[in-house]
Every structure is written in C-alpha cells, then in structure tokens.
C-alpha cells in the first residue's frame, strides 16, 4: 500500500471550481444506467472540498457512485466525517481512527474520545491505522502502539479495520496476526503491493482496496497482474481523493484534485486487468462492501443497530 499523502498537491479550491466544467466524462458513465457502487475510501472531509463538497457529492451520485465510505484519519477528520453523514444518512457513512502519521496525537484522552466515535452507528469500521515507515513522521514505536491500541478497540467495538501500510510490511502482517480470529474483518485500503503481500493479507482474512494506482502506466502495472489473482470476493475499490486522481483520464483534468466521480474509472482499470465485465465487478464490489462494513442499500442510521454482532463477523480462524 502507498501512503495517500504521499500526494499532497491539490489544487487550491477556487481553481478546482473553474476546472469542473470542462472536466472530462468518465467512461463509465456511458454505460446506461451506470452500476450502482461504493467507495470505500474517500477523505471527502479534506479542505480541498470545502468550497464544492455538494457538487463533488452529486458529480460522483451522477456516475453511479451511490455510497461512500467517508476515511476518518483523525479525531478532527473524524468529526468532520460524521458531520457529513449526518447530512446525508442514507449514501455516507464513516471510518473513525488516526492515521499513522499522527501516531504521536493518540493520547489517553484522544483515545477515550475516539473508542466513543468509533460506537456510533454512522462509523462503520475503525481506521485509518497502520504503519507508515516510509514518511516515519511519528517514531515507530509510536505508530505500533497507536495500531496495537486500535485494532483492540476494533475488537471491543466488533467493527472491521480500514487499515493504512507503506513500507512496513513485516511489522505490520506480525501486529495483525496478533489480531487473528478476534477482528470483525477488514480492508488494506490502497493496496499496491506485490503478489506474496497480497497473499499474506487474504491469508489474514483481509479485503483488498484498489485505488487509480492502477492507472499509473509507471508504478501500477505491476498491480494490474496481482488484481487477476485477488479473488473476487475480497475486492473493493476506492478513489483515495482527493488523493490519487488517476494518470490515464483523458481529457487530463486541469485539477489534480481527485474525485469520488473517477471511481468507474477504476473500477474500469480494475476490471480490464482482471478480464471482469465492470458491471460484474461492480455488482461483486458492492455486495463485498456491503459484507465487510454491514451497510446494506437503503439503510437508514435509525433501521441500524448500535452495535453489530461480532460473532456474525469474525473471520474463521
Ligand atoms: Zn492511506
């Protein structure tokens, strides 16, 4: 997995507003209707939307992206993101966690305040957590600690993990088998690693999240033959926006801004790489999203338990 951030450059605000209008179709778009999927990752509370977040919202309903997953990768993201969904409770929900770059921020009083977060019913999973130890903004024992007490709250809260990993493969496959049988699932979100990680991450019982990394005709190709032998069932996909706008839109976007819109996008990408119909791979992604975070269509919060039943979601050990 790479580091979402490791694309900070975002367009600012105004000229995203001036670059909507002549931005491109995406494909996907022509099919008629377009599939109804969700996006499993998109950090729509990030500042870069706050002059457009409605129109993002409607562009990507506009393309079929019916339900988003909204990262919480903070306390304060987290808030915002369930903000959001209050706004909007039947298409968004929320992840609640602190990425690892702010491993250091995760005091006892912060984690007291996020396990609370994390009980609500509009978070479905607890995340970002992971290791980063390719920036180490926050020391390593910091970043293990903070994972550690993350996948325990996972646990006590019997919701899946949204999980974060760039360069600490070993360290961060050893954390989680110290976790296996006892998490309700989960997802390496923006997985482009190689075969064996992939296989190690399925062999824990984890969903593989596939992001517009895949369109990167210089660092993706690699990822377009590891996706043909991720089974179906395991496999979701995400936009990361505004992080990682796909390379290959043609037109080229005048933003680097990415956007939930683009997500036919990768499920396109996705789907030719693995020789999938991308309505085959979007009616099986949705149902895996559904599965993993327990958000079936239509579901309003007041329809939803407070607290899922772990014992309907633990992993088989
Ligand atoms: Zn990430």
């Known amino acids: 997995m790479q580091n979402c951030r490791a694309h ?3 367009a600012p605000a105004n000229t995203i507003a001036n670059a ?9 778009a022509d099919l008629n209707p377009p599939p109804p999927i969700i996006d499993i990752g998109v950090n729509l509370a990030h500042d870069s939307f706050d002059a457009d977040r409605e129109a993002v919202i409607e562009r990507a309903f506009g393309v079929g992206v019916t339900r988003m997953l909204i990262t919480g990768s903070s306390l304060a993201s987290t808030r915002a993101a369930l903000e959001l969904v209050r706004q909007r409770p039947l298409q968004l929900r929320c992840t609640a966690g602190v990425h690892p770059h702010h491993a250091d921020d995760l005091q006892p009083a912060q984690f007291a305040e996020l396990a609370e977060l994390a009980q609500l019913p509009q978070c479905l999973a ?3 957590c992971g290791l980063d130890y390719y ?3 926050a020391p390593r024992q910091a970043q293990l600690d903070a994972f550690r007490r993350q996948l325990e709250l996972a646990v006590q809260v019997g919701k899946p993990v949204f999980l974060h990993e760039r360069d600490a493969h070993a360290d961060f496959r050893a954390v989680l088998g110290e976790f296996h049988g006892k998490l309700a699932g989960g997802v390496a979100h923006c997985f482009t690693g190689t075969h064996q990680q992939a296989q190690s991450y399925l062999e824990l019982g984890l969903y593989l999240g596939i992001t517009g990394w895949i369109c990167d005709e210089r660092r993706g190709v690699h990822l377009r033959e590891v996706v043909r032998h991720i089974p179906a069932e395991r496999l979701l996909i995400e936009t990361d926006a505004p992080y990682l706008l796909p390379r290959d839109l043609r037109p080229r976007p005048s933003s680097r801004r990415n956007e939930p819109r683009y997500l036919p996008h990768v499920l396109q990408a996705v789907a030719a790489a693995r020789g999938d119909t991308s309505a085959e791979l979007a009616h099986i992604t949705s149902a ?3 599965r993993l975070f327990g958000w079936h269509a239509g579901t309003a919060l ?6 899922v039943e772990l014992t309907d979601r633990r992993i088989p050990e």
Do not use: L
Not at 20 to 28: E, K, L, Q, Y
Not at 302 to 307: E, G, I, K, L, W
């Open 8 to 10: 900070p450059t975002i």
């Open 126 to 128: 607890v995340g970002e």
């Open 288 to 290: 895996n999203a559904q």
């Open 20 to 28: 909507i209008a002549v931005d491109t179709p995406v494909r996907a």
């Open 302 to 307: 007041s329809a939803q338990p407070d607290r």
């Open 135 to 137: 920036r180490n903004f």
